[in-house]
């Protein structure tokens, strides 16, 4: 006999499924049958805060930027608008998963920006 917290099995330790409408629960693994008081106190309540458009909007506009700061990691590659050597860059998996991914660089001198599918 396992120790366990509620929602886990206390024969094999697996993690329950859903309660459903049922009131008896069937491990997935071990196939014990407990009832739904095993979930008690599982109750959880999150609260997520997202910034406003307005100050994102803002924190922009505040934001200087100097010549030579990076968005990222920075690559040597010649910026085709002013030949500066130095570009800064991100990479995203924009296509599918078997296909490769889209690389985006920034000129840290003009602040130009290419992208190139690799």
Avoid: W
Wanted: charged share 25%.
């Amino acid at each position: 006999m396992f120790r366990v917290h509620s929602g886990f099995c206390t024969d094999c330790g697996s993690v329950l499924p859903d309660v459903g409408i049922t009131d008896v629960v069937t491990c997935y693994s071990c196939k014990k049958r407990t009832g739904v008081e095993i979930f008690k106190g599982m109750e959880s309540k999150y609260v997520v805060h997202f910034n406003s458009v307005e100050n994102m909007n803002i924190a922009k506009k505040t934001k200087k930027r100097d010549e030579g700061e990076a968005d990222g990691p920075i690559a040597e590659r010649t910026c085709r608008r002013c030949g500066h050597n130095q570009m800064s860059y991100a990479a995203m998996q924009l296509r599918s998963a078997d296909e490769g991914q889209t690389v985006f660089y920034t000129c840290l001198k003009c602040k130009h920006t290419e992208s190139e599918n690799s």
